[in-house]
């Protein structure tokens, strides 16, 4: 099975945090659906809004889990406000470059709960302005960046500690 393919560690690390609570989350930017089908399988899906300019691609998540999905379909991160619910996560996989991603993390952060996680994916040397616009937000909000192939997530300097250690 190919990486992309996958459960992604973002995805896993909420599994662990969560386990099987019920949680509200984001995906922004789900093209064909293949990572939300796996958010939809690993977590306690309550509620999960799908955002993307094209979102119709994903429709069949919404004929599949009904309620349970929200598509958005539109442009980050000024569709963030559609959201009224504070979220659990966020993933944010949409445009890679610096000044998309830095607008991303602004517009979606402040849509989590207080103890909710941000994280995305395609963190690695191949999109090194997506990179820095995640470090520079990870400094802005003095959250410590944890990642995996490929993924990113802010957690606190505590948080970072005790989950490394897992
Ligand atoms: C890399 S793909 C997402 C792949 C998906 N997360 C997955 O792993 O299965 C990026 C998607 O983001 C959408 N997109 C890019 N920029 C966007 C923006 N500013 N607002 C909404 N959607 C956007 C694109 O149309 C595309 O469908």
Redesign the pocket.
Known sequence: MKAKNMTRPFIKFLRDVYEDRPVIGA??????????EYILRTLNIERLYL????VKRAKFLKEEHGEKVILLNG??PGIASKVTEPLDFVYI???HEYE?VLEDCRGWYPKLKRDGFLGG?DYFDRFPGLMRGVQEFASEVGKTIMSGVWDWWLVTEEQSIRYSSQ
């Open positions: 995906e922004v930017g789900v093209l064909h659906g293949v990572n939300a955002v993307d300019n094209d442009w980050s996989d949409a445009i998309p994916h």
